[in-house]
């Protein structure tokens, strides 16, 4: 049985002094409205921006408010070690299989400076976000989740008003054809982290967790903010992801809605599109799907070398990799490869694959579990829609240690790992002779 909550503590609270406080993501109910709480979202707030950052090391404006909250968590016993439940033993020996190989290339090939600052990135990434962001409860969770929703439309409304009311903006913020890169400081990234945001935007709207007008107020954003990158991959990423939260999580009215407003936007913009879609939209994406040739797709072949080049580098590299951040030396062009399963395989070599692959498993899993219990099921379609969008991210960047990508990716994951750990809690507090009589609680038999 669904049970009511009252408006004023649903979304909103009283003070001391009896004024009402707003409580727009959810953070004081779900009770993480402390030093900690409050802390971990100012991180997952600032996570998308890499703009606000130091020059001389990669350290930005949300690992300065992360390491705060892991401080004020530990000073007050809230740190969970089994921050994705049963997913928490599989990820930690993907995190020992990656770094190993990293390390083990390294002191064969590599240069130990190179692999502190490296090593030191990917466990900040892989350990100390989940220790502070994962293990919560699912309301403090999906709080977390709105919270990045907004900074990423903020983002993109940032990127919007850069782009149309900025004379001269910042190469920082938009490229130097056009493209806009905004806080992210990079196009495809933030591409592929808007179409993650169109996603849980739909995702919390069809799970209950969001009204329509914040779908209608957002998405507009999100996907001009997409067009306005200029992204290839991130158009893909975003008509994949969009088509299949409303697939598996909508009902036949989201799909019909859907279908016929892809149809009429698609027809719209193949016979009035150069009037109104954005100039390096049409540079480098609409002039490739209209011809349907790669060569006009941005820089697509160019990539497509690279890969090349990587794949014939990682037959020597298999045992013993090249290195961290060692890639560049061996390559003709100087610079890592831009897909970070090839970059894992030449600097890291099979172990340091394995561990990549096995991160992505550990969401897998903890997808799957969900969605076979009672009232997760789109929890966990959720977290599976999200870790497709990352899978191919990854295949367009060299290094994943960018709390940018990492972030969002802890907080999909930890939405389906609450939901087994409060089922967990649930089966243990049921009384042994109910327990005994065989009655399902929780997961379905």
């Not at 090391?57 to 439940?85: E, P």
């Amino acid at each position: 049985m669904t049970r009511l909550v009252p408006a004023q503590v649903r979304g909103q609270g009283r003070s001391s002094t009896g004024r009402t406080r707003r409580d727009f993501f959810g953070l004081r109910e779900a009770g993480a409205a402390n030093a900690s709480g409050t802390l971990a979202a100012l991180a997952v707030g600032l996570s998308p921006m890499n703009y606000l950052r130091f020059d001389a090391i990669y350290v930005t404006a949300s690992d300065v408010a992360m390491i705060m909250a892991f401080v004020v968590a530990l000073a007050t016993s809230r740190i969970s070690l089994n921050f994705f439940g049963p997913g928490t033993s599989l990820w930690l020996i993907s995190v020992l299989l990656f770094c190993g190989g990293l390390i083990l290339g390294s002191l064969v090939n590599g240069d130990p400076l190179d692999l502190a600052r490296v090593f030191s990135q990917y466990f900040f990434s892989l350990v100390l976000l989940p220790v502070v962001l994962a293990g919560r409860s699912h309301a403090q969770v999906v709080a977390l989740l709105k919270v990045l929703l907004a900074s990423m439309v903020f983002v993109n409304l940032f990127g919007i008003y850069v782009v149309h009311f900025i004379d001269e903006p910042s190469l920082r913020l938009v490229s130097g054809n056009g493209r806009l890169l905004s806080l992210v400081e990079r196009a495809n990234e933030c591409a592929a982290l808007s179409a993650i945001a169109m996603v849980l935007l739909l995702g919390l709207h069809l799970m209950g967790r969001l009204r329509a007008r914040w779908v209608v107020l957002g998405l507009p954003i999100l996907f001009y903010g997409v067009l306005l990158t200029g992204s290839n991959s991130g158009l893909l990423t975003s008509i994949l992801g969009i088509g299949a939260i409303v697939l598996f999580c909508g009902t036949a009215r989201h799909i019909v809605a859907a279908l016929l407003l892809v149809v009429g936007a698609a027809k719209v913009s193949f016979e009035y599109g150069a009037y109104f879609l954005p100039a390096v939209f049409q540079e480098r994406v609409f002039g490739a799907i209209v011809s349907g040739s790669a060569a006009e797709a941005g820089t697509f072949v160019g990539r497509a070398h690279l890969n090349e080049e990587a794949l014939q580098v990682a037959r020597d590299t298999l045992i013993f990799g090249l290195g961290a951040d060692q890639y560049r030396e061996a390559s003709m062009h100087q610079n890592p490869v831009h897909n970070a399963f090839l970059l894992a395989l030449t600097e890291g070599g099979i172990l340091s694959l394995m561990g990549l692959v096995g991160l992505l498993l550990t969401g897998v899993f903890l997808a799957m579990q969900a969605m076979r219990m009672r009232h997760s099921q789109k929890d966990g379609i959720l977290t599976l829609v999200a870790l497709l969008i990352f899978t191919l991210m990854l295949n367009m960047l060299p290094f994943f240690y960018g709390r940018f990508f990492n972030v969002p990716l802890v907080l999909f994951m930890a939405l389906s790992a609450s939901r087994l750990s409060e089922a967990n809690a649930s089966l243990k507090a049921v009384p042994s002779h109910l327990e005994s009589s065989g009655i399902p609680f929780g997961i379905d038999a």
